[in-house]
């Protein structure tokens, strides 16, 4: 079974759309955090999620909303989707949050590669 | 300039070679990550450290806190080692989630 499972991996939508990447976890994990891979390669921190409750929000714009119908799911939803939101969005997930220096391990999905044409 | 410096940006080697990919970092950290992003887009998880050294394999990890710098070496590079290598940190005190280098593109040529 693999452990960070996203769906779709591909997705191809016109500008002003709406979609949702779903992502799930079965490793039980308490923290689970949505990453975008821009086109050169640079991978960023878009959210991370805690028994369901936000604990960071980067400069991202608010057309991207998390949302998490229980722990073992963090779906990301687009409104309004913009040329420059193509990206590759990874999901991932660590048994605790990061930030408290216990630095757990984080296990990635495999991908969406999001296109806006 | 970014937080998390990665040195060489590229690397081509030749298969047997040993080969070190240097990781600098600005701010101070909880811990350290290295991760592997293959061809294919997947990225796994291969080092997390705080001090010391670890070594799985042929790879091994090092970290300098005192001089905020870690290393990723491969002994006997394969083939199959190419990939983008990618070195990531906590921030001490700041939020969750981790802050990335740009990675370097190492390819081993049989």
């Known amino acids: 079974d693999t452990a960070v499972s996203q769906t779709p991996k591909y997705l191809v939508t016109q500008m002003g759309n709406d979609k949702s990447i779903k992502c799930e976890q079965n490793?039980?994990?308490?923290?689970m955090y949505w990453y975008k891979q821009d086109s050169k390669k640079f991978l960023k921190i878009m959210f991370s999620y805690n028994n369901k409750e936000l604990i960071i929000n980067e400069t991202v714009p608010n057309r991207f909303s998390p949302k998490s119908p229980d722990k073992a799911h963090l779906n990301l939803h687009i409104n309004s989707l913009e040329l420059g939101d193509s990206a590759v969005y990874f999901c991932?997930?660590?048994?605790?949050?990061?930030?408290?220096?216990?630095?757990?391990?984080?296990?990635f999905g495999a991908g969406t590669r999001l296109s806006v044409l | 300039k970014n937080e998390v410096e990665q040195s060489p940006q590229n690397l081509t080697a030749q298969e047997g070679e040993f080969i070190t990919i240097n990781c600098s970092y600005s701010?101070?950290?909880?811990?350290l990550h290295w991760l592997q992003q293959h061809p294919g887009g997947g990225i796994v998880s291969l080092f997390m450290l705080s001090s010391g050294k670890k070594k799985h394999g042929r790879l091994i990890a090092t970290i300098n806190i005192q001089e905020k710098h870690s290393s990723l070496h491969i002994t006997a590079s394969h083939p199959r080692d190419s990939a983008v290598y990618i070195c990531?940190?906590?921030?001490?005190?700041?939020?969750?989630?981790?802050?990335f280098g740009k990675g370097t593109h190492l390819i081993i040529q049989p």
């Open positions: 991932a997930s660590s048994k605790e949050g990061l930030a408290g220096g216990r630095g757990n391990i984080q296990y």
């Open positions: 701010v101070g950290i909880s811990a």
């Open positions: 990531a940190v906590i921030i001490r005190g700041g939020a969750d989630g981790l802050t």
């Open positions: 490793l039980g994990h308490d923290t």
